[in-house]
Nanobody
Framework: QVQLAESGGGLVQAGGSLRLSCAAS????????MGWYRQAPGKERELAIE???????NYADSVKDRFTISRDNAKNTVHLQMDNLKPEDTAVYYC?????????WGQGTPVTVSS
């Protein structure tokens, strides 16, 4: 099992930046991928961005060139740097870890972008 602890998030004005972090209870090298999904009010949860064990990054087109994911291997932590935030980025952000085809989730952290 993998436990995930999220931090960061909050309220920011449009054009601003926020940073989210997610610490895993297992080595990132034992996890197939880690990343962030988000769920806006009334919408389904969707992938924002993820990084695989091998360092490949997958992301939604809507966050391209604005969101950056990085990994601290020594701390088993991934960081999400969100720049040039838009009101449509408002959502609850959930850290995700996928290991052996099983998904693990953080508790979710809200991000609100005001216009």
């Amino acid at each position: 099992q993998v436990q995930l602890a999220e931090s960061g998030g909050g309220l920011v004005q449009a054009g601003g930046s926020l940073r989210l972090s997610c610490a895993a209870s297992a080595s990132v090298f034992a996890i197939d991928s880690m990343g962030w999904y988000r769920q806006a009010p009334g919408k389904e949860r969707e992938l924002a961005i993820e990084i695989t064990r091998f360092g490949s990054v997958n992301y939604a087109d809507s966050v391209k060139d604005r969101f950056t994911i990085s990994r601290d291997n020594a701390k088993n932590t991934v960081h999400l740097q969100m720049d040039n935030l838009k009101p449509e980025d408002t959502a609850v952000y959930y850290c995700n870890a996928r290991k052996s085809q099983h998904d693990y989730w953080g508790q979710g952290t809200p991000v609100t972008v005001s216009s």
